[in-house]
């Protein structure tokens, strides 16, 4: 059984800066990335990775959508409409 953790409400987002919003119905593709981390390092979960983008990256929510913490529960952060910036500018290879 797969345990899906809602913490959208509690995400770590920018103190200003709002996201980038987008219809979903314009979602033609999606984007698995991973930060892989040696397991045990301080501030190696989601939270983390997400306070890390939002106040040293200066981006205005966590660069991923959801993140996957050691114990295998998976986090939910951000609605499926905002636009995390993971990936930038980068161009998609087919």
């Known amino acids: 059984m797969m345990n899906i953790l809602d ?7 920018h103190r200003t800066k709002l ?10 593709q999606i984007v698995l990335h ?4 040696r397991r ?3 501030g190696t979960n989601y939270e983390a990775y997400c306070r890390f983008h939002t106040q040293t990256n200066n981006w205005s929510v966590g660069g991923y959508m959801y993140g996957v ?3 295998g529960v998976i ?3 951000y609605d499926w409409n905002m636009q995390t910036p993971h990936v930038g500018t980068a161009t998609v290879i087919r």
Do not use: F, V, Y
């Not at 996201?19 to 033609?28: C, V």
């Not at 991973?34 to 981390?37: L, P």
């Open 40 to 42: 045990g390092l301080g």
């Open 7 to 13: 913490i959208r409400s509690s995400a770590p987002r």
């Open 34 to 37: 991973h930060g892989m981390t």
């Open 75 to 77: 986090k939910w952060g």
């Open 69 to 71: 913490e050691p114990d």
């Open 19 to 28: 996201p980038t919003l987008r219809a979903i119905s314009g979602i033609r």
